[in-house]
């Protein structure tokens, strides 16, 4: 990837780290089904007014359904049940060599004998976690983070395949001005023009994308949560849980998936998804310097072999090129 691309997917998966303490405080005013739900709809407005919606099918409400809704109803109860913010934030990214196996039997994308290497090394890091459950990482919480990973799996598969398709669009539509100009400065021009509207395509499908998230999540929460749908719930919150809201919404969501998006339809899914193996860095060093989470021996062998595994699927990459 080029250095700007690079630069942005290290800063989205610091503030993916960085969320996981942001989370936890917000648990501690609303229960999980609700705190989702609340930020979706503070995603979703009022931007969804402003922006030109993505075509509605089948693979938009699979992004919705797998990034937002999966992913973060289960995280969070996952967190509500006791799971650490530094070990959810480990734990989750099995999603990453999930996505990458899915979009070479889904997308045909090619993965290299080094990136599968990478990648092994990685979940070696991830199985130190499953043989030390309890504590910090109930069995409950456990089993949820795996499906939020599945979830955010499918979803990351959706968010390229949609990104994808409005990018060849725009590319299309600015290379025909371009060919009518035939100027240096028209090309110029269009390639900007690209850029914006790949740019503008990934923020609204985290803005639509989040709509259908927020209606699925409140009549799930309506539901499953109907003792904590009252006046009190909202005037008796913390200082503390709605400064961590706002957060969640619009730096994590809005910017992070917005960024995200956007990196998925302009790389492969193998280059960019390696990066959120830095996720559970930040995470747990977040964690252990803002709640106070205790570093035991082998929550720090788990993060050497992500870390090794991270090293490994980009250097792989550079010692490719130099070839």
Known sequence: MSPIYTALAVLVTFIWGVNFTF????????PPLMLTALRFFFTAVPLVLFLKPPKFNRTLFIYAIGTFVMQYAFVFTAMHLGSSPGLTALLLQIQIFITVLLAYFILGEAVSRMQIVGMLV???GLSVIALNLGGDMPLAGFICILIAAIGWSFGNIAS???????S?????????????QATRVSVATSSTGKNKASALSALALVVWGGLIACVILTISSLTFETDAWQLATFTEASLKSWLSLGFIVYISTLI????????????????????????????MVTSVLLTGEVVTWW??????LILSGLLLANVKMKIKKSC
Not at 160 to 166: D, G
Not at 168 to 180: G, I, N, V, Y
Not at 299 to 304: F, R, T
């Open 23 to 30: 989370i936890a405080w917000g648990l501690e005013s609303f």
């Open 122 to 124: 990685g979940v070696l």
């Open 160 to 166: 390229k395949q949609v990104s994808k398709q409005a």
């Open 168 to 180: 060849e669009k725009a590319s299309e539509q600015t290379a025909l001005k371009a060919m009518q």
């Open 256 to 283: 992070g998936f917005g960024l995200w998006a956007h990196l998925l339809s302009q790389n492969t899914a193998s280059k960019v998804m390696p990066f959120a193996l830095l996720v559970p860095i930040f995470g």
């Open 299 to 304: 929550k720090m062998l788990a993060m050497m």
